[in-house]
């Protein structure tokens, strides 16, 4: 995931552009390239605030899912219809896979905004049938307030010339329990019902690996995945190793002589009960890395370097252990 700019803005105001792109198999350098020179441009852009870029992470998201925040509806709507925005969506049609969803919410509002383990439904309603839509959606969203995990969800009715559908961003505290409710009987039996008045129903899901490991400031997103990946091997490998040799070999499998898929079961519970304390105190030191105000590749690749520095230098220590 990365970020372009962070400029301050009157709490409770601003307005998040989503967009969603599928893009082409074949054409994901390209694309990662455009979307780069696309937050230079909006960076300098009246209004906006910061960009969001969370690349696909498959199977269960495979679109890119963009958030670009501005200070209020205006400066987002005038982006959205500049000339400059509707040159660069051209260049970029042919690397994409149908159209690209876009949505406006409001910081605002009531509810959550989007997040590592949310879901971003889009409804296209008959005309007509907006009334029985409304009164559909109080019925799911209690139907969903009991379920387990639930932490919040928010609505936006549909913007003429914008979006035409409705958006609910819908968040739980983890991806199995919004599965969960997703696979529930009691909302597959909602989404039937809903059947009658929708014309095109579609749902995203976006996510990043370890995001609990990591604490997220007000207003900034949880680091790339593979920056979260590298970190967490560049700890994890030294913490193994070294509690393999100190404690699980000597004390676990040969005092009281555990068999070793038992001392490893127990060795990796350990691991993971460190690795909660350890990464969030190293990943606050290198938020200029993992979350930078200002992404740049020289940044990514500065703290890349220091992780494979890392990585060589436990290899190199621990080639002399016996």
């Known amino acids: ?100 969803d876009v949505h406006l919410v409001h910081d605002g509002g009531p509810g959550l905004q989007p997040a590592p383990v949310s879901a971003v439904i889009s409804t296209r309603i008959r005309p007509g049938q907006e009334a029985a839509y409304r009164r559909w959606e109080q019925r799911i969203a209690s139907a969903q307030a009991s379920a387990p995990g ?45 059947g009658a008045f929708t014309e095109e129903y579609h749902t995203r899901i976006a996510r990043t690996g370890f995001d609990q490991w990591f604490p997220v400031k007000a207003d900034a997103p949880p680091p790339a995945p593979w920056k979260a990946n590298m970190l967490v091997l560049a700890l994890l490998y030294p913490i193994v190793f070294l509690f393999g040799t100190w404690v699980q070999t000597p004390w676990l499998e040969g005092r009281p002589g555990l068999p070793f898929y038992l001392a490893l079961f127990i060795a990796k519970i350990i691991g993971i009960l460190i690795l909660s304390s350890v990464v969030p105190w190293i990943s606050n030191r290198l938020a200029w890395w993992l979350s930078p105000a200002m992404p740049s590749s020289r940044t990514d690749l500065t703290g890349a370097a220091l992780m494979v520095a890392m990585y060589v230098l436990c290899l190199l220590v621990f080639s002399w252990f016996p």
Do not use: K
Request: aromatic fraction near 8%.
């Open 1 to 100: 995931m990365s970020d372009t700019g962070d400029r301050s803005a009157a709490s409770g105001g601003g307005v998040t552009i989503i967009t969603q792109i599928r893009v082409r198999s074949e054409a994901g350098e390209a694309f990662a390239r455009w979307q780069d020179e696309t937050g230079r441009v909006i960076a300098s852009v009246p209004g906006f605030i910061r960009q969001t870029v969370m690349p696909p992470s498959p199977p269960l998201q495979v679109d890119w899912m963009i958030l670009q925040r501005f200070a209020d509806e205006a400066s987002a709507m005038a982006w959205l219809t500049s000339e400059e925005r509707q040159r660069r969506v051209r260049d970029v049609a042919p690397m994409l896979v149908g159209v690209d």
């Open 150 to 194: 639930f932490q919040g969800y928010r609505l936006e009715q549909p913007i003429p010339g914008v979006q035409d559908d409705w958006v609910v961003i819908l968040r739980f505290n983890s991806e199995a329990n919004l599965h969960r409710w997703f696979a529930s009987p009691e909302r597959r039996q909602l989404i039937e019902e809903a």
